[in-house]
C-alpha cells in the first residue's frame, strides 16, 4: 500500500485517504494500523461542504479523522433503541469520529481516566439495548475504540509527531496552526566542526547510523531543558525555547543546552572526533506555521534566528565552540562564567555587537581563569588601537593557556592584516564579517 510506504519513510506526514469505499469496517482498519494522522474521506463527497480542509488540518496535527457519513454509519445504529443522554450522544459521537481518549477529555474538561471509565459503561449499555442489527455497529465501535486505545499506547500522538510543547498549546488554546505571533525567545543553532570535509569519503550507511546516534544525543540535550526542536538538516539543528510556551528562563535553559551539546555531542567518523559547535541568540522572532497547507514547519523567523546562526559559523573564525549574542548574556544571572570575545558586524549589519564565548556553568568550578585579565586587556588595547601593548597580552594568553587560545590567535592575525592596509585609520573596535 503507497500510503504505508510513506508512512515508513516519513513518519510524521499525515494521510488522507479519498475511497469510493464507505463500508465502516474499511475505514477502521485503517485506523488500527497503529498510527496517527490518517483521515479517511468519501471521494465523492470531496467537494461537499470544508471536509478537505478539516481532514488535513486534522493530519497535520497528528489527529485521525473519519468521513461523516462513515460516522453516522457507526452511530446511528448503535444507538438504535436505546435512551441515551445528551453526554453519552456527545461521547458516541466523538468515539465514532475516531478522537483519541486525551482529546476527548480535553474537549470535555475531564481526566483520560474518567473518558475511559465513560466508554465502558457506554459500551455496556449499548450492549444492553442492542438488537441483532445493531450488533454488528457496537462491535464496529468497539474495534474504532480499541484502536484508539493502542495508538496512544504507542505514543503515536500529537505530542510525538509535533516539536515538543506545540501539541499542548494547540489543545489548551484551541489555536489555528496556521496562525503566527510574535515572541520573545532563544534560538540555539549548531553543526559538527569538520563534518562535510571528512564526510566526502565516509561510507553512507556508517555515517548515516553515526549521524542518527549524533541527533539522538542532541535530542536529549535539548528536550532536557524543555527546548522545541525545530529541524534537523544534515548535521545543523535548530531548537529554540520560549516558544510555543512562555518560559522565563528561556536563555539560561538555552545556554545549558548549548553547553551539554559541546561537551557530549561529539561525533567520531574515521578516528576522527568531531565536536559540536553552537550558537545562541535571543530576541523577538515571527513564529508559527511558515510552511503550506500540505506541510506543516512550525519554526521562527527574524533576525534573532540569523544571528544565531552567524554566531555558530563564527565559532569557526574565533576557535571557539559556544557563542552567544549579548542579549542573551545580559538575561543571565551569573550561571555561567563567560569572556568577551569583541564586537562584530555581521553580514548585512552596519551596528556592532558583543559576542561573548561560554566556558561553562559557574556551578562546575570551571579550570584556572588566571590567563582572562591579560585577554581582557589586550581586547581593550585592540579596541582603543593600542596594537602593540595588545600583541604583547595576546602572546601572553595564549601562553597562559597552554599555547592555545582561539580568539588570542584570531586578533593577532587581524592586527597584523590592519596594520598593513588602509583601515587602520577607519578603525572602530568593530571586527565587520563581510560573509554570512
Same mark, same amino acid.
Given at each position: 500500500m503507497r500510503r504505508k510506504q510513506v508512512r515508513k519513510r516519513h513518519p510524521g506526514t499525515g494521510i488522507v485517504?479519498?475511497? *469510493?469505499? $464507505?463500508?465502516?469496517?474499511? /475505514?477502521?482498519? %485503517?485506523?488500527?494500523?497503529?498510527?496517527?494522522?490518517?483521515?479517511?474521506?468519501?471521494k465523492d463527497r470531496v467537494a461537499e461542504g470544508d471536509e478537505l480542509f478539516r481532514?488535513? @488540518?486534522?493530519?497535520?496535527?497528528?489527529?485521525?479523522?473519519?468521513?461523516?457519513?462513515?460516522?453516522?454509519?457507526? =452511530?446511528? #445504529?448503535?444507538?438504535?433503541?436505546?435512551?441515551?443522554? #445528551?453526554?453519552?450522544? +456527545?461521547?458516541?459521537?466523538?468515539? &465514532?469520529?475516531?478522537?483519541?481518549?486525551k482529546a476527548i477529555a480535553v474537549a470535555q474538561g475531564t481526566t483520560p481516566a474518567a473518558v475511559d471509565d465513560a466508554v465502558q459503561k457506554l459500551f455496556l449499555k449499548l450492549a444492553q439495548a /442492542?438488537?441483532?442489527?445493531?450488533?454488528?455497529?457496537?462491535?464496529? %465501535?468497539?474495534?474504532? !475504540? *480499541?484502536?484508539?486505545?493502542?495508538? +496512544?499506547?504507542?505514543?503515536?500522538?500529537?505530542?510525538?509527531?509535533?516539536?515538543?510543547?506545540?501539541?499542548?498549546?494547540?489543545?489548551?488554546?484551541?489555536?489555528?496552526?496556521?496562525?503566527?505571533?510574535?515572541?520573545? =525567545?532563544?534560538?540555539?543553532?549548531?553543526?559538527? @566542526?569538520?563534518?562535510?570535509?571528512?564526510?566526502? $569519503? &565516509?561510507? #553512507?550507511?556508517?555515517? &548515516?547510523? *553515526?549521524l542518527n546516534e549524533h541527533r539522538a544525543e542532541m535530542n536529549r540535550a535539548i528536550l532536557a531543558e524543555s527546548g522545541t526542536v525545530?529541524?534537523?538538516?544534515? $548535521?545543523?539543528?535548530?531548537?529554540?525555547?520560549?516558544?510555543?510556551?512562555?518560559?522565563?528562563? !528561556? #536563555?539560561?535553559?538555552?545556554?545549558?543546552?548549548?553547553?551539554?551539546?559541546?561537551?557530549?555531542?561529539?561525533?567520531?567518523?574515521?578516528?576522527?572526533?568531531?565536536?559540536?559547535?553552537v550558537g545562541v541568540s535571543t530576541g523577538n522572532v515571527?513564529?508559527?506555521?511558515?510552511?503550506?497547507?500540505? @506541510?506543516?514547519?512550525?519554526?521562527?523567523?527574524? $533576525?534573532?534566528?540569523?544571528?544565531?546562526?552567524?554566531?555558530?559559523?563564527?565559532?569557526?573564525? %574565533?576557535?571557539?565552540?559556544?557563542?552567544?549574542?549579548?542579549?542573551?548574556?545580559k538575561r543571565l544571572k551569573n550561571e555561567f562564567v563567560m569572556r568577551l570575545t569583541g564586537y562584530f558586524a555581521v553580514a548585512g549589519k552596519k551596528q556592532g555587537i558583543a559576542v561573548y564565548e561560554v566556558l561553562g556553568p559557574t556551578k562546575d568550578g570551571t579550570n584556572d581563569l588566571s590567563w582572562l585579565p591579560s585577554f581582557n586587556q589586550a581586547l581593550e588595547g585592540v579596541k582603543t588601537g593600542a596594537f602593540e601593548d595588545a600583541k604583547a597580552l595576546f602572546r601572553k594568553t595564549i601562553w597562559e593557556r597552554g599555547g592555545e587560545d582561539g580568539p588570542s590567535q584570531f586578533y593577532l592575525t587581524k592586527i597584523v592584516q590592519l596594520e598593513k592596509s588602509d583601515q587602520l585609520r577607519e578603525w572602530t573596535g568593530v571586527v565587520r564579517l563581510d560573509e554570512k
Open positions: 485517504v479519498l475511497s *469510493q469505499y $464507505d463500508e465502516p469496517d474499511y /475505514a477502521i482498519s %485503517l485506523l488500527s494500523e497503529g498510527a496517527a494522522g490518517y483521515a479517511y474521506l468519501l481532514a488535513i @488540518r486534522a493530519v497535520t496535527t497528528g489527529g485521525s479523522m473519519l468521513d461523516p457519513r462513515i460516522v453516522e454509519a457507526l =452511530v446511528r #445504529p448503535a444507538s438504535q433503541g436505546t435512551d441515551l443522554t #445528551p453526554d453519552e450522544e +456527545e461521547l458516541l459521537q466523538l468515539l &465514532a469520529e475516531g478522537r483519541t481518549m /442492542a438488537s441483532s442489527g445493531a450488533s454488528g455497529a457496537l462491535r464496529r %465501535l468497539k474495534l474504532l !475504540h *480499541q484502536a484508539i486505545v493502542d495508538r +496512544e499506547e504507542q505514543g503515536e500522538s500529537l505530542s510525538r509527531l509535533l516539536p515538543t510543547g506545540i501539541a499542548e498549546k494547540l489543545r489548551r488554546e484551541g489555536r489555528n496552526i496556521g496562525g503566527t505571533e510574535t515572541l520573545t =525567545v532563544t534560538v540555539l543553532m549548531s553543526d559538527i @566542526r569538520g563534518y562535510t570535509t571528512i564526510a566526502e $569519503d &565516509a561510507d #553512507p550507511t556508517v555515517l &548515516a547510523r *553515526q525545530m529541524q534537523f538538516v544534515g $548535521d545543523s539543528v535548530m531548537a529554540a525555547w520560549g516558544m510555543p510556551l512562555e518560559d522565563p528562563e !528561556h #536563555p539560561r535553559k538555552a545556554v545549558q543546552a548549548a553547553w551539554e551539546l559541546s561537551e557530549a555531542s561529539k561525533l567520531v567518523v574515521r578516528g576522527r572526533v568531531l565536536t559540536t559547535r515571527l513564529a508559527g506555521n511558515l510552511g503550506s497547507p500540505y @506541510r506543516f514547519d512550525y519554526t521562527c523567523i527574524g $533576525d534573532t534566528t540569523n544571528l544565531a546562526s552567524r554566531l555558530e559559523g563564527m565559532n569557526k573564525m %574565533l576557535g571557539t565552540s559556544v557563542l552567544i549574542s549579548e542579549s542573551t548574556a
